[in-house]
């Protein structure tokens, strides 16, 4: 299996499981945090791989030219 295949499978099972607690009505603020929590480390893994693959493919240049408010967004992401 490959990084980026452990990681889509990683991610559709973060997601499942945050839309599971987000359904329950009777969940608290920790298991909201905890689901909470791990998509936000989804996304960011999500946003690593595009800007990575954007790179290879000269797109982020393109982003940069776009909007400069993403790129702070962006960079900020990267370096947490």
Do not use: C, P, W, Y
């Not at 393109?62 to 993403?70: C, E, K, Q």
């Amino acid at each position: 299996m490959t990084v980026e295949a452990a990681q889509l499978r990683s991610g559709e099972e973060v997601f499942a499981g945050a839309r599971a607690v987000l359904a329950d009505s009777k969940a608290g603020e920790r298991a909201v945090r905890f689901a909470l929590t791990r998509a936000t480390e989804s996304l960011r893994e999500v946003i690593r791989i595009a800007v990575s693959r954007g790179e290879r493919i000269g797109a982020r240049d393109a982003f940069r030219r776009g909007d400069a408010g993403h790129e702070a967004s962006e960079n900020s992401l990267m370096k947490s």
